[in-house]
């Protein structure tokens, strides 16, 4: 008996329709992440544990990357940037991956499901802006941004309560500047260890990629990344 080919073929058109409806959906998603991914938000995991308790080795957090006079940055974001120089040590080369799973990786990176690139960033809060004078520390242990005490929740210290830094410092940030530090200020190689470096300690805007507003995992750490505006209530605006 015959096969009526006459009925086969249009399931077999839209069996290949709907293939192809697929591939482009598909496609088109894989486009859009990697649009958000590159222009509006990505993903990073923590290497370190600089920024602890805030942030814990390998969160993963959100960062957005509108610098612009839609998402400036402010005093107390968390902010990610690339290596200013000679701030990170050099890692040599990464070894190379079977074709497969290098594949995978370039794709989850691509839509901003991975960031491979992590332990080539830093991630520090911003303390001080273009113009601001930052001093540490006063007599109670306080560090003050152009005058002001800072109260500080973030800042963990091992031993407890303890000054604002255990090194001394009195600068004035440089335009197209941030002065930053990290949360864990007993083990945070920040701004105040790099006045050796071609950027002094400062680190220019330009390399920042932008402010992390969310770790997104582990789900029990799951939270929203403020900037603590009572911190730097009265610290006036630079002229």
Not at 105 to 120: H, N
Not at 155 to 184: C, I, K, Q, R, T
Request: with cysteine.
């Amino acid at each position: 008996m015959k096969r009526d080919r006459t009925r086969d073929e249009p399931r077999r058109g839209g069996v290949l329709r709907f293939l192809r409806d697929i591939l482009i959906i598909f496609l088109v998603a894989v486009l859009f992440s990697f649009l958000i991914k590159t222009f509006v938000i990505r993903s990073f995991y923590i290497p370190s544990g600089s920024m602890s308790h805030t942030l814990e080795i390998d969160d993963r957090i959100i960062v957005n990357q509108l610098k612009s006079e839609i998402s400036p940055i402010e005093r107390g974001d968390v902010v990610v940037f690339k290596d200013p120089g000679e701030w990170l040590p050099y890692r040599g080369e990464a070894p190379a991956q079977p074709p497969l799973a290098a594949a995978f990786d370039w794709l989850a990176a691509a839509v901003g499901l991975s960031a491979p690139d992590s332990d080539e960033h830093l991630v520090k809060r911003v303390i001080g802006l273009p113009g601001d004078r930052v001093v540490c520390c006063n007599g109670l242990g306080q560090m003050s941004v152009n005058g002001v005490p800072l109260r500080e929740p973030y800042a963990f210290h091992s031993g407890g309560e303890a000054e604002a830094s255990n090194v001394d410092f009195d600068v004035v940030v440089p335009n197209g500047s941030l002065w930053v530090m990290g949360d864990n200020r007993e083990n945070s190689q920040d701004s105040r260890f790099h006045a050796d470096t071609p950027t002094r300690g400062f680190v220019p805007i330009d390399d920042v990629v932008g402010t992390a507003f969310l770790v997104s995992r582990p789900l029990d750490r799951w939270a929203w990344l403020g900037n603590y505006p009572d911190t730097f209530k009265g610290v006036d605006p630079v002229r």
